[in-house]
């Protein structure tokens, strides 16, 4: 199960932290990601960590504004996103991918279980 939270209201160039805590199956975790999806588009990759080492993989899009991070002792991934836009305006879900396998990771088809998510909005 995958709890996420931290999603709001920010003016462009503010900074949001979202958090998403991980419990249940939590031993075989390979990596665990964000998504997000605007109304009207397809989800898209924007950061995943491997859990075994913190290393990391960002979207285009985000790099250099978003940091992913992680809490192996409280299973909980981070994204710390800076330099907000408009256009990163979404509903972002958090994945966790279990088994070992290649990285990075950036297909949703490769996470297996999802949380429902939180808004972030930037206004302009």
């Known amino acids: 199960q995958l709890q996420a939270s931290g999603g709001g209201l920010v003016q462009t160039g503010g900074s949001l932290r979202l958090s998403c805590a991980a419990s249940?199956?939590?031993?075989?975790?390979?990596?665990m990601g964000w998504y997000r999806q605007a109304p009207g588009k397809d989800r898209e990759f924007v950061a995943a960590?491997?859990?075994?080492?913190?290393?990391?993989d960002y979207a285009d899009s985000v790099k250099g504004r978003f940091t992913i991070s992680r809490d192996s002792a409280k299973n909980t991934v981070y994204l710390q996103m800076n330099s907000l836009k408009p256009e990163d305006t979404a509903h972002y879900y958090c994945?966790?991918?279990?088994?070992?396998?290649?990285?990075?990771?950036?297909?949703?088809?490769?996470?297996?279980?999802w949380g429902q998510g939180t808004q972030v909005t930037v206004s302009s």
């Open positions: 249940g199956r939590t031993r075989s975790m390979y990596a």
């Open positions: 960590i491997k859990w075994s080492d913190g290393s990391t």
């Open positions: 994945a966790a991918s279990h088994g070992i396998g290649r990285w990075p990771r950036r297909n949703s088809y490769e996470y297996n279980f």
